[in-house]
Structure formats: C-alpha cells, structure tokens
T-cell receptor, first 106, second 113 residues
Framework: KNEVEQSPQNLTAQEGEFITINCSYS?????LHWLQQHPGGGIVSLFM???GKKKHGRLIATINIQEKHSSLHITASHPRDSAVYIC????????FGSGTKLNVKP | KAGVTQTPRYLIKTRGQQVTLSCSPI?????VSWYQQTPGQGLQFLFE???????NKGNFPGRFSGRQFSNSRSEMNVSTLELGDSALYLC????????????FGEGSRLTVL
C-alpha cells in the first residue's frame, strides 16, 4: 500500500468546470504539499499546508488532519490548468502520490 | 533572483559508468533535496542536505550518494549505473525549514544505455 493515495489518476474537464483532486496519506504529517508539473518536467509548488485551508487565485487547498485527507480544488478551470498535480506528504522525508493528470478542454 | 539551476540538463551514459549531477540553490537557501522521477515509480525522494549534512534519506541503494558544499550547492552521484537508473533527477531548495516551501529546478534527464 502506498503511503500517499491520490485520486483520480486522470481527469478530463470542460473549461469553466469546478475540479477536485483528492489525496489521502497514511504516515504522519509535518506538511502536505501540492505540486504542479507541466509537460517538459518543471515542477511548481502550489501550496504547503499543515492545517485548514489556503487559497491562491482560483486554487484552493484544504486538509483534514484527523481524516488524513487533503483536497485541491480548481474553480473556473481553464486549459492552462492542464498539467499533472501531485500531492506529497512531508514527514521527515517525502512521500509522493502518483499524480493526477488533468486535461481541461476549451 | 535566479532560480534553482541544475546541470547538466541532459546526459547519456552506459551501464557501469558513474554520473555526477549538480544543483545550485536559490541564493540564501540552505536546504537542497533530490528526487528521482520515472514513468513507472513516479516521484521518489532521494535525500536532503542542510548545512552540508544529510538530514533525511529515502530508500535508495548506496550507489546513490550526495553531498553539499559550504555555499549550499549540492551534487549527487550515481555509481555503477543500471538501465533502471534512467530518469529525470530533480533537485529543490528551500530556506532551511524542515517543512518549507520547495523551489524546484528543471531537472537533469539521465539516459542509461
């Protein structure tokens, strides 16, 4: 069993749709990271959170420590949001989810 | 300010050789961590260095090693290369907090023939 489970693995949405990506972790937590990776490899850190909720533009990340679960929401999705989204549990070392490949169609 | 710089960006090696990859962190950042990304295994944590000391280590064999210099630049070395070591190797830096935001480099893509 992977320490970090992400769902869905693939997601296709129409422009403007509300999107949710889920992440469950089984080890402890110091911080939960959400990362975005575009084709070509570059990774950008979107959020780092250890409790509650954070918002940046159209992106919202939440975490429930008791349930060991985090979600990444994208409101009013746009084709430029198409990328792979990866969650990572930072507990001494990093444990990564397998990623969610998002394709937003115009 | 300049981002995280990794060199070389691409390299091809043959089995049995060794390789050294370099990572220059953002100025002022004292922590550098390394990751391997493959299509089959996804992203995996290799190790993290802070103030020239290895702070955390993933589950990789001893063929994978690293070090950090006094200017925070870091290198990782893979000895006795195997075909399965073909991957994108990424490094990330942060100011030094154990749970700080990560800033990634573009990666070094290694192909082992």
């Amino acid at each position: 069993k992977n320490e970090v489970e992400q769902s869905p693995q693939n997601l296709t949405a129409q422009e403007g749709e509300f999107i949710t990506i889920n992440c469950s972790y089984s080890v402890g937590i110091s911080a939960l990271h959400w990362l975005q990776q575009h084709p070509g490899g570059g990774i950008v850190s979107l959020f780092m959170l250890s409790s509650g909720k954070k918002k940046h533009g159209r992106l919202i990340a939440t975490i429930n420590i008791q349930e060991k679960h985090s979600s990444l929401h994208i409101t009013a999705s746009h084709p430029r949001d198409s990328a792979v989204y990866i969650c990572a549990d930072n507990f001494n070392k990093f444990y990564f989810g397998s990623g969610t490949k998002l394709n937003v169609k115009p | 300010k300049a981002g995280v710089t990794q060199t070389p960006r691409y390299l091809i090696k043959t089995r049995g050789q060794q390789v050294t990859l370099s990572c220059s962190p953002i100025s002022g950042h004292r922590s550098v961590s390394w990751y391997q990304q493959t299509p089959g295994q996804g992203l995996q944590f290799l190790f993290e260095y802070f103030s020239e000391t290895q702070r955390n280590k993933g589950n990789f064999p001893g063929r994978f090693s690293g070090r950090q210099f006094s200017n925070s630049r870091s290198e990782m070395n893979v000895s006795t290369l195997e075909l399965g070591d073909s991957a994108l190797y990424l490094c990330a830096s942060n100011r030094g907090e154990s749970t700080g935001e990560l800033f990634f480099g573009e990666g070094s893509r290694l192909t082992v023939l």
